[in-house]
């Protein structure tokens, strides 16, 4: 029965991180990557100060990592033509050329490490794919191909 309040309360601040914070992000992809930066790489927890000032550390670290999830499968159920429209403005919001924004996620994959940590691997993977799709449409918009000759 002490779970149950204790689940009550993850329920609120995850709320409250609704409400207060994400409510102010307006695409997945961007509260995907905001909720991976509050993760501690070394350990997998989530800090925010201001929600564990309202509730506690341990409260805090779950309602994130509970958004954290949501925001994953936002994305995951996005078909690809929104996941492309959330890069571009990812992309536009990062203040960064379209060209290098592009070479780095080719190069670098920085979204694998925005994924939550207990992710299932076919999820992580499938939305891996859609990401390179959704670089590849983007580069295409970027570098269009010259026409065929003789077209």
Partial sequence: MS?????????????DLRRR???????????????????????????????ASRFSQEVACEALADCHREAFRDLVGSPLRDLVCQMEGYMDSTHTSPSE??????????????????????SA???????????????ARLHPAPAALGA
């Fill in 3 to 15: 779970s149950m309040p204790r689940r009550m309360d993850v329920q609120q601040a995850a709320e």
């Fill in 125 to 139: 993977e499938f939305l891996f794919s859609s990401f390179k799709i959704a670089l590849a449409i983007l580069e």
């Fill in 101 to 122: 924004f592009l070479t780095a996620w080719k190069k670098l994959e920085p979204y694998r490490v925005a994924v939550p940590v207990e992710t299932d691997p076919l």
């Fill in 21 to 51: 914070t994400l409510s102010e992000i307006p695409r997945s992809l961007d509260r995907l990557i905001y909720l991976a930066s509050m993760r501690d790489y070394n350990t997998g927890l989530y800090y925010h100060d201001g929600l």
